[in-house]
C-alpha cells in the first residue's frame, strides 16, 4: 500500500526507507531491525480489515466532545518562517465541539481556513483504548509510551512543516494519504533549525524543532546550505492501514494530500535502547529548549497577573 521514493541522484548515500507488508513483521524483527538502530520504516497493510474511521464513524465516537481546533489561515505559508508568530501545538486554536468541525470538513471551510486538529489526546474519548492500537502495539512489541494516542485530522492541503520529535513515534495512517518528506537526524546542519537560544524570549512559540526551510519551495539564497540537504531527503507515502516508524531525530513534513478527509493517530515511545537515546543531539536540542522557556513562561504568568491591577 505504500511506496517508497528516493530519487536517482546521489542514491548510494541517500537513506532507503523500507516498506515492509505487516506479513513480516513480528515484535523481534521489529527491534532488532528498526527500533534498536532508529531505522525509519512503513509497515503496510497492519490495520487492514479493521473499521473505516471515516468521518460519520468518528462522529458517532467523539459526538459534541469538545476539541482545541488549529486555526492556520491562510497566509501562514506565504511568510517567511521568522515570521510566524506561533508554532506547532501554540498556533492559535478554537475549542469546538466535534459534530461542528465535521461540519467545517464537510462545508470546505476547514480547507479554505486550513482548519486542523493536530495532536489532540484521545485520553478522556470513547477511543481511548481502541482496537487498532492495541493490535498494534502487540504486533510490533511496543512499550513504554510517554503520551495518549493524539488524533490528527484535517483535510487534503494541509501541511504539519518540517520538525523533529524528542521521542521515538508510530503514525498510524486510519483514513486518506498523506505524504511525508524526511531527512536524517544528521542533517540538522543543513536544515537550519530555529536556535534554541529562541525559547529564551519565544517560549514554545518559536521553536529548536522547527527548520527554517519550506523545503518544496527553499529559498537557498537565505539557506544555502539546504541544497545538501536535499541529496538525503526521502519520501513516504501512508496509505490507510499502514504504520510509520519514525525514530527519534528524523526531520519529517506530514502533508495531507487529496480532496478528503485524511486522519491519522500517533503515539510516542521511550526511546530504547538507551544508547541511541543519547547519541541523538536533535533529542537533546529539544529537551533544552523546554528548560530554556521556563524565564519566559514567568514573565509571560507575572505580565497576565499584573493586568487587571494596572487597570
Ligand atoms: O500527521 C501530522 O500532521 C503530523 C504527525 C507528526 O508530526 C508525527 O506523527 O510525528
Given at each position: ?13 541517500r537513506p532507503q526507507i523500507s516498506s515492509i507488508p505487516a506479513a513480516q513483521v513480528t515484535p523481534v ?56 508568530p506561533n508554532m506547532g501545538s501554540t498556533v492559535e486554536t478554537h475549542l469546538m465541539p466535534f459534530t ?212
Amino acid at each position: 500500500m505504500s511506496s517508497v521514493e528516493t530519487g536517482s541522484a546521489s542514491a548510494l548515500s541517500r537513506p532507503q526507507i523500507s516498506s515492509i507488508p505487516a506479513a513480516q513483521v513480528t515484535p523481534v524483527s521489529f527491534f532488532e531491525t528498526y527500533r534498536k538502530s532508529g531505522t525509519p520504516v512503513v509497515i503496510t497493510g497492519l490495520l487492514d480489515g479493521l473499521p473505516e474511521w471515516n468521518l460519520e464513524y468518528l462522529c458517532q465516537q467523539f459526538g459534541d466532545c469538545q476539541f482545541p481546533i488549529r486555526q492556520y489561515g491562510t497566509k501562514r505559508y506565504q511568510l517567511d518562517k521568522r515570521q510566524w508568530p506561533n508554532m506547532g501545538s501554540t498556533v492559535e486554536t478554537h475549542l469546538m465541539p466535534f459534530t461542528e468541525y465535521a461540519a467545517l470538513l464537510r462545508d470546505g471551510t476547514a480547507k479554505a481556513q486550513d482548519l486542523y486538529l493536530g495532536k489532540c489526546s484521545l485520553k478522556q474519548t470513547a477511543l481511548a483504548n481502541s482496537e487498532p492500537f492495541t493490535f498494534v502495539e502487540t504486533r510490533l512489541g511496543l512499550k513504554a509510551p510517554v503520551t495518549d494516542y493524539n488524533l490528527w485530522l484535517g483535510v487534503g492541503g494541509h501541511t504539519t512543516c518540517l520538525h523533529c520529535d524528542a521521542f521515538d513515534g508510530i503514525l498510524i495512517q486510519l483514513l486518506g494519504t498523506k505524504r511525508i518528506l524526511l531527512f536524517p537526524p544528521r542533517q540538522l546542519p543543513n536544515l537550519y533549525a530555529f536556535p534554541i537560544s529562541s525559547h529564551l524570549w519565544a517560549g514554545l512559540k518559536r521553536r529548536a524543532s522547527y527548520s527554517q526551510v519550506y523545503p518544496e519551495q527553499p529559498d537557498f539564497e537565505s539557506f544555502p546550505r539546504f541544497r545538501a540537504a536535499l541529496q538525503q531527503k526521502c519520501e513516504v507515502v501512508l496509505n490507510p492501514g499502514d504504520v510509520f516508524f519514525i525514530p527519534v531525530g528524523w526531520w519529517h513534513e506530514v502533508i495531507s494530500t487529496g480532496d478528503g478527509v485524511v486522519c491519522s493517530v500517533n503515539r510516542f515511545w521511550r526511546v530504547l535502547p538507551l544508547s541511541r537515546a543519547l547519541r541523538i543531539w536533535n533529542k537533546w536540542r529539544i529537551h533544552l529548549g523546554s528548560v530554556l522557556t521556563v524565564p519566559h513562561v514567568i514573565w509571560t504568568e507575572l505580565h497576565s497577573h499584573s493586568r487587571p491591577l494596572d487597570g
